[in-house]
């Protein structure tokens, strides 16, 4: 039973860069596949990116070369660092356990602006 706190979000112009933060609770985050997820207004929560215990990553295709998704085990902390933000970045980003996906958290608000 894993909990989740996302951070970071923010309002920046498109081209610029956040750091987002996701502390987990729970004693087998270790073992897990994480992943952020995104959702903008009247659309689908999508899989951004996720990370396993190996640190293998999988990006959407409209990331791909500008995020990097990366995990501190020791910190129980999954960060997802964004660069060259478009606009169409714009969402509300959680992360979850994969193969979970319970215990959502609040997530974090991420405008961008053109």
């Known amino acids: 039973q894993l909990q989740f706190v996302e951070s970071g979000g923010g309002l920046v112009q498109a081209g610029g860069s956040l750091r987002l933060s996701c502390v987990v609770s729970?004693?087998?985050?270790?073992?897990?596949?994480i992943g952020w997820y995104r959702q903008a207004p009247g659309k689908q929560r999508e899989l951004v990116a996720d990370?396993?215990?190996?640190?293998?990553?999988n990006y959407v295709d409209s990331v791909k070369g500008r995020f990097t998704i990366s995990r501190d085990n020791a910190k129980n902390t999954v960060y997802l660092q964004m660069n060259s933000l478009k606009p169409e970045d714009t969402a509300v980003y959680y992360c979850?356990?994969?193969?979970?996906?319970?215990?959502w958290g609040q997530g974090t608000q991420v405008t961008v602006s053109s």
């Open positions: 990370i396993s215990t190996g640190d293998i990553t």
């Open positions: 729970g004693s087998t985050f270790r073992f897990r596949i």
């Open positions: 979850n356990d994969k193969y979970g996906l319970r215990n």
